[in-house]
Structure formats: structure tokens, C-alpha cells
DNA sequence: AAATGTGAAGTTGTTCACAGCT
DNA sequence: AGCTGTGAACAACTTCACATTT
């Protein structure tokens, strides 16, 4: 659930301190979610505190870990190299929670970017080939609108499930994928919708 | 409401086509939802179709336009230019929904950046003289998590209203702000949690 | 006949209140 | 006494069923 990764990073820090043990009140307000929230949210992971005392840190850490399967690092890959695409591939944040992207594709895989790119960049004729061979399961997509629905259909067809999509269009995928969209303009739309004065 | 863009968007082209009338089946399959959802949300900005008929393409891009405030351009700042805010400085899609980026702003303004940047770009020094003057309500923050919170602070202070934030900390606004939260990082959690085998 | 608008039912998610451990 | 775990109340959102209009 989208909150456990909030949880995980506000948990970092005390982790590294010797901190023992944390009651739900002090994570939640941390995590700025209720403490009744917090604790239906781990205990629903089957997680177990200590009555009077809080919920053990270290061991908090590693049960959300778990939960989020992020004791592995999970392969992705990204498919168009824009601007968007060239500043995720250098996004750090992606490998903090455990991700790392093995390569990214782009239609025009030797165009000049001015900037260096720390990973092999692809045409999309060997799409298919590469996902095969290192059995990646999700990827990011940031190509133009018109694109989007043919990348998504062909990254489907080499059996990717999961995929986070950056282009501002309605994608159709089958039920057993998961679609994941990032819609920039809406953010700010939903922003603006609520502060006219 | 976060749907109704999405809605325009389809709209957009019909518009330009000579269709006159769509059906809540058409559009809503268009848009990704139910036909019953779909009739609920206009029923709820008070639009009306025509019973037997659907509703008139133009009328309803007009009301949903007007229902988001986007037919005025609404100003926005962005505060922090690296990677991502490189690249959210020129991606297309912010203009093409209403927004209009006016500045950037960085500790480091006029740091080398290879890419030739469209907008002015100021210190933080210059932050609370420019938002008054141009009274912005809107900002983007893409700074470091460290520095995140004392961005945001900054910019209540100056009276900004809503705040879409992409660092991935959990940020403490008073109540009047509206904080709206992108954690790339998140989104991909999302997806990797849903398709383990 | 075709398609909307809407009350009612269903579903999901959040908060409360408090019993029960430590 | 302090703090968790959880059934029950509540709230928000979605879907259904169908009466109603053109």
C-alpha cells in the first residue's frame, strides 16, 4: 500500500540513530497520517508492536522491507529518452528504495543528448530481446502522447506487468498489467482547482 | 475534481472534428471509467445532456473548462533546477492545460546548466519580491529533500497557495496550503508491490 | 429506442472508542 | 499508566437499477 514507503523513509533515519522503539503517535506524525491509521495500516501486515511501549524500530523497518519486497533490487527499464526521460534515468531516488534501471530505449537510440548517460541506451528493435533476457517486469514510459499506446502494446507483448506512464493519454492495457499514470498537468490542475480565491 | 481533465483531453479532439454530440458510453471508454461515473461527475458540475442523445461536444468542453478555471492562464514559479526541474521547465504539457511557468529558482541561478533554459532563472534571494509582485499562487518544488521544508516555508510566507512538491519527504504545510505530493519513487513501489508472482 | 439523471445499494477507506496487553 | 489492536461507526466514493426525458 502506497503509505508503507512513507513509513519505510521516515524509519531511515531513526534506524541509523540508536533509537529503540517508536510509538504509532510519533510515526504517524512523522508519516503526517493519524496514529489510528498508522496502526490499522501495520496491523494489517500482521505486524506487532508492544502495548505501552510502541513498535520496535529495527524490526519495523525490516517487516515493511518485506512487505514491500524491496529486500531485492527490482530491474526496470525506461522507454524515451526526452528531457523527462534523461532526468528520471538520473533521478537518484529510484535506487534509494531499492530500483535500479538497467537501460533505457528510444526510438532514436545514438541522438546527441547533451549530457552524459550513465546507461546503455537502446533502439526499440531490441526491446523485446532485452526484456526477455533479464526478465524485467516493469517499466517507465515517457514518450510523446501519439507514441504511448504502441510502446505500452509492445512492452505488454514482451510480458512486462508493470508500467508507469508519463504521457498525457488514456493507455488500455489487459487486466493482468498494472498501469501506474503520472499525470504532471493534472497535479497542478487539482492544485488549482482548489486555491481560487 | 482529478478526473475531469482528463475528460478535456478526450474532448479536445472531437472538438476540432465536427462531432456534435457524444454519449457517456463513448466518452467514458475513451476516458477509462464507467458510463455511470462518467454522468455522476457532470451531474455534479451540473452540466445536463440531452436524454436520448448524449451530450454537445463544444457545450460540455466549455463548462468543464470554465468548472477547472483554466480558461484564464494561471501563473506558476518553479523553485530548484536540477535534473527534474530542467526538465518540467520545458515540458510541453504544462502550457498546453492553461499553466504558464514564469521563473525559476535555484540557490545556485546562475550555475552552468547545459541547456539553453526559456525562462528567467533568480536566486532565492529574489523569491518572496517576485511572487508578490506577479502575485504567484502556484509553485513546483524540485529541490533536495534536506532543503524541501525550508523551501516550502519560504513560500507560504510569501502567500503562495498550492504546492506541488517532488521531494520525497513528508512536508508540514498550515491548513490554508493545499499540498500536492509526487514521489516518483512511490509510483514505482506501487507497481512492483502489485505484480510480485 | 436511446441515453441521461439519480436514489439506493454496495464498496472501500478512515476515524472513533475502548478493551486488553505489558 | 501507556500504548497497541480492533470492532463498530462513519465518510467518501463507486456502481447498480430504473424512472424519465427527448
Redesign the pocket.
Same mark, same amino acid.
Given at each position: 500500500m502506497y503509505r508503507l514507503s512513507t513509513y519505510l523513509r521516515c524509519l531511515a533515519p531513526l534506524c541509523e540513530q540508536a533509537t529503540q522503539t517508536?510509538?504509532?503517535?510519533a510515526l504517524a506524525k512523522a508519516a503526517g497520517?493519524?496514529? $489510528?491509521?498508522l496502526?490499522?495500516d /501495520?496491523?494489517y501486515l500482521g $505486524?506487532?508492536?508492544?502495548?505501552? /511501549?510502541?513498535?520496535d524500530v529495527k524490526d519495523l523497518y525490516q517487516q515493511i522491507t518485506n512487505e514491500l519486497g524491496a529486500s531485492r533490487l527490482r530491474p526496470v527499464i525506461l522507454i524515451g529518452l526526452g528531457n523527462l526521460g534523461l532526468a528520471l534515468l538520473s533521478y537518484r531516488g529510484f535506487e534509494k528504495e531499492g530500483f535500479e534501471i538497467l537501460a533505457a530505449f528510444d526510438i532514436e537510440p545514438g541522438r546527441r543528448r547533451n549530457k552524459e548517460i550513465k546507461r546503455p541506451v537502446y533502439g526499440m528493435n531490441q526491446l523485446a530481446e532485452f526484456v526477455r533476457a533479464h526478465s524485467v517486469k516493469m517499466a517507465i514510459v515517457t514518450v510523446p502522447a501519439e507514441a504511448a499506446q504502441g510502446v505500452v502494446n509492445q512492452l505488454v507483448e514482451c510480458g512486462v506487468l508493470g508500467i508507469l506512464n508519463f504521457s498525457p493519454v488514456v493507455l488500455h492495457v489487459p487486466k493482468n498489467v498494472m498501469l501506474n499514470n503520472v499525470n504532471l498537468a493534472i497535479e497542478l490542475e487539482n492544485l488549482s482547482y482548489f486555491i481560487r480565491e
Open positions: 517508536i510509538s504509532s503517535e497520517v493519524k496514529p $489510528t491509521q496502526r490499522k /501495520l496491523a $505486524t506487532f508492536g508492544t502495548r505501552g /511501549l510502541g513498535y
